[in-house]
């Protein structure tokens, strides 16, 4: 049963300040809990329904330094701030600070990312495309945003993200920086290449001038209808199924 400063410590987890102190995160629903515990990654908290942790008992064996709690579902509802948790929800820690090393293959730049829906989903389709990194301003959505975690699906285990000043990044490396852009060429006129550095700017506001600078091409998805740009993660799918090697 868990404690109502068990509870208070949950709940509290689905502000980034909390987060941040507690150097730990929520991962809810079905799919997350078991993506999390089949992997190498440490369990701080599993919270279940007795029907799920009675189906799971031998992968919960695999994590004995877990706490584990059974709780109704109305209970596990009001721990999370999603519409849909599930029957498990589960606490684990932020993965340790690591330091970006920049190799000849693709990354993923983010300026000003704010829809969590957005970020998760560009997580998850670096993970689609064998991108392992991801490098965000300053001002982009906090990473362990309850449903950036839920929108990535478990792409958190196999990307690293990292937060950063985009232009002293940008300068300090060489491989090709391409820009989405309205103003830039087509990119079913490019060859696909071997590695570079993709940036994706805000949703209403773009990328800023001053990163805009730092790239070596700019390139835009034509469109044929009236619609007035593409959705942030819907344009990195498409300029990474054409860009990067088949």
């Known amino acids: 049963m868990l404690t109502k400063a068990q509870i208070k410590y949950i709940k509290s987890l ?28 440490k369990v701080h908290m599993v919270i279940g329904t007795s029907e799920w942790v009675s189906k799971h008992l031998e992968l919960l064996s695999k994590h004995p330094e877990a706490q584990y709690f059974e709780v109704k579902e109305s209970e596990l509802a009001s721990l999370s701030t999603l519409q849909t948790p ?53 001002g982009c959505v906090d990473l362990y945003n309850p449903k950036v975690v839920q929108s990535a699906m478990g792409s958190h285990l196999r990307v690293s993200v990292y937060e950063s000043n985009l232009v002293p990044f940008l ?17 079913y006129g490019m060859k696909r290449m071997e590695s570079g550095v993709l940036i994706i700017g805000n949703e209403s506001k773009g ?38 090697p088949c």
């Open 207 to 244: 990328i800023s001038e001053t990163v805009l600078k730092m790239a070596t091409e700019k390139i835009k998805i034509p469109g044929k209808g009236g619609a007035e740009s593409l959705n942030a993660a819907v344009s990195a799918g498409i300029l990474c199924s054409l860009l990067l």
């Open 14 to 41: 689905t502000q980034r300040k909390f987060r941040n102190e507690h150097k730990t995160f929520i991962a809810a629903g079905d799919k997350l809990a078991i993506e999390w515990l089949t992997s190498d990654n």
């Open 171 to 187: 300068q300090s490396i060489s491989l090709p920086k391409v820009a989405a852009s309205l103003d830039g060429t087509s990119v």
């Open 86 to 138: 599930g029957q498990v929800l589960l606490v684990v820690p932020m993965p340790e600070p690591a330091t970006l090393s920049i190799l000849n293959e693709w990354y993923i730049a983010l300026d000003d990312i704010q829809d969590p829906g957005n970020m998760g989903t560009i997580i998850r389709i670096a993970d689609w495309f064998g991108i392992r990194n991801i490098i965000c301003s300053p």
